[in-house]
DNA sequence: GCATAAGGAATGAACGTTCATTCTGTGACG
DNA sequence: CGTCACAGAATGAACGTTCATTCCTTATGC
């Protein structure tokens, strides 16, 4: 049977690696001898280093929701969500400096564009919660009225940026950092009041 | 002599190649072969690969900036200037998908971070522009009380995140939602007014 | 003792780079 | 004007490396 300590060796070894060094800095040997574990041993848990990469990810993603999604209350006013979302986001990506890395290098891969394309084009499952909250803002006329795509983008966008900037260390983040950024980025999303240049 | 026409030939094929299938999916001998170029012809012209790719993104650079300047009248008011110099930005990128590709290639590689890394530690020449709109932003109390890096991450998060939807088909911006899009930029930047919540 | 897990050397494809050779255009010479 | 010699530009086969993957051997648990 297949044991299961080798498996979460691997996958261990793997995301460390390849956060740091990039996919093609992580060669599958180096991935083995940090699992300790031999090179053809990775092929009895993942077909191809694609599926291990892919794999990886999906692992990423499902730990990532429930650390945003706790405390979240769907009946409090868009802005306080939005807030809330936004700074456990950054938070986390800033707590987990290893799971933002191998984000953002699954992003930009041609693994990331495939998958982004499936998610817009496939109605965006797994972002339920935010595009829920986009569209009920919409909707209120608290948001600005912009294609989903580009709400996320002015969402997304800076927060990104933000936790990239900080784990190279360009900026230091602390806590009120992070709520005056989320803050501005909700600025960036609402409807603007009326009579204000 | 060096053939100045085969140098421009080689430019012209690496920047294809490498925007549409990043840097491991030019390799130099498709580079040579798009350029009509034996491969070690290449060699003659750029001292590796690094070096190429290195100096295609200056060119790039280098042309950017008379695009986005053009008409900038820095006696204007800071909002004004903010959505010259974004919508600029902007339209460029939409209008120049190869060099908007080429750009996020270079970015999101080793080579990206220690240009950023110089160009952050090294009081940002060459980013002077916007510098200068923020820190005079700033001190005229228009625009948000935040670290420079900060700023730069909310006003250009969004356009780089917009300009690639817009590219892998996922938005088509049109001249409006441009605009709409670099104000809602300003919005996350600007101070807002006192009392709106 | 058999079935299955693990190991790691072997394999072959792909890459960046080199270099011995070929090609080309120019100027000297008769 | 025709021929020849030469410089240096161009070439692409070949090289050494690196990598993902395979496959045969060894170890382990039942």
């Known amino acids: 049977m297949p044991n299961i300590d080798k498996r979460s060796e691997i996958v261990r070894a793997a995301r460390e690696l390849i956060a740091e060094n990039g996919f093609h800095g992580a060669p599958m040997s180096m991935i083995a001898a940090h699992a300790n574990v031999g090179a053809g041993t990775i092929y009895r848990y993942f077909e191809n280093k694609d599926v291990l990469i892919t794999e990886l990810y999906k692992d990423l993603e499902e730990r990532m929701y429930p650390v945003i999604l706790k405390g ?53 499952e797994g972002c339920d919660v935010f595009r829920d909250l986009f569209e009920d803002g ?36 602390d806590e009120l950092l992070i709520t005056r950024t989320i803050e501005a980025c909700w600025d960036g999303i609402k409807r603007q009041a009326p009579g204000t240049l």
């Open 138 to 173: 919409i909707s209120r006329q608290v948001v600005k009225e912009l294609p989903l795509v580009i709400l996320f983008d002015l969402a997304f966008g800076p927060i990104l940026a933000v936790a990239r900037d900080h784990i190279l260390g360009f900026v230091m983040l």
């Open 72 to 124: 979240y209350a769907s009946d409090r006013p868009i802005r306080e969500r939005f807030l809330h979302l936004g700074t456990a986001l950054l938070r986390h990506f800033i707590e987990s400096p290893l799971d933002f890395r191998y984000l953002e290098q699954f992003h930009n891969s041609p693994y990331g564009t495939e998958f982004r394309r499936d998610k817009i084009l496939g109605k965006m």
